[in-house]
């Protein structure tokens, strides 16, 4: 089976800085994203991650290391709209994705 | 573009009836969709693969007698939940890949309710 394994939930201050990691072991890889989700709504996709590094986007950056099976989504002067679960989730083979079960985050004025 | 319309939204049913529920791409042709079902702060287990003009591949534990699968066209898969029980009130999302390898557009979301 697979194993994707994030923190259930993490609580932050408006404009601070979270960051979420995510540590996985999969029977294949061929990339990694983060998504966001807010309760009740699908999935809205955030990064991708295929080679080691870090991706930035905007107020959001992502970071995988494929040798140590780890990735981080960093998220930067967080707002309250930013309050969601956040999934990581690996891509296998034959495009299917393996979700993490996401980590609430949670922003406090 | 790469828009994944769900129909319908939201559906309560009886038990023993059938739903089904409707997913498509709108803007762009889909080979592959998948059909995914999430209960209340879960997250997300890959149900099915629907291919266009194929039968659908099931993970394990997922019974393709109750959850049938139709993928007739390049922008509309079907998922069908027949003989619903209470057990299967979740919420159930499709995502269809798009041109490139790694995208995967996610639908709104249907959340069935079995009363």
């Known amino acids: 089976g697979q194993n994707i394994d994030q923190p259930t939930e993490m609580t932050a201050t408006e404009g601070a800085i979270v960051q979420i990691n995510c540590t996985y072991q999969?029977?294949?890889?061929?990339?990694l994203f983060w998504y966001q989700q807010h309760a009740g709504e699908a999935p809205t996709f955030l990064s991708y991650n295929v080679l080691d590094g870090l991706e930035e986007k905007g107020r959001f950056s992502s970071f995988l290391s494929r040798s140590k099976g780890y990735s981080y989504l960093l998220l930067k002067e967080l707002q309250m709209k930013d309050s969601a679960s956040y999934l990581c989730a690996v891509i296998l083979n034959d495009y299917k994705l393996s979700f993490g079960a996401g980590t609430t985050v949670t922003v406090r004025a | 573009g790469a828009v994944v319309s769900q129909h319908p939204s939201r559906v309560i049913c009886k038990s023993g009836t059938s739903v089904k529920i409707e997913c498509r791409s709108l803007?762009?042709?889909?080979?592959?969709m998948f059909w995914y079902r999430q209960f209340p702060k879960k997250s997300l287990m890959l149900m099915a693969t629907?291919?266009?003009?194929?039968?659908?591949?099931?993970e394990q534990g997922v019974e393709k007698d109750k959850f049938l699968i139709n993928h007739a066209s390049l922008t509309l898969s079907t998922l069908t939940v027949t003989s619903a029980h209470p057990e299967d009130s979740s919420f159930y999302i499709c995502s269809a890949r798009g041109e490139k390898d790694y995208e995967q557009y996610f639908g709104p979301g249907t959340r069935l309710t079995v009363t």
């Open positions: 803007d762009f042709q889909a080979t592959t």
């Open positions: 629907s291919n266009e003009g194929s039968k659908a591949t099931y």
């Open positions: 999969t029977s294949g890889f061929n990339g």
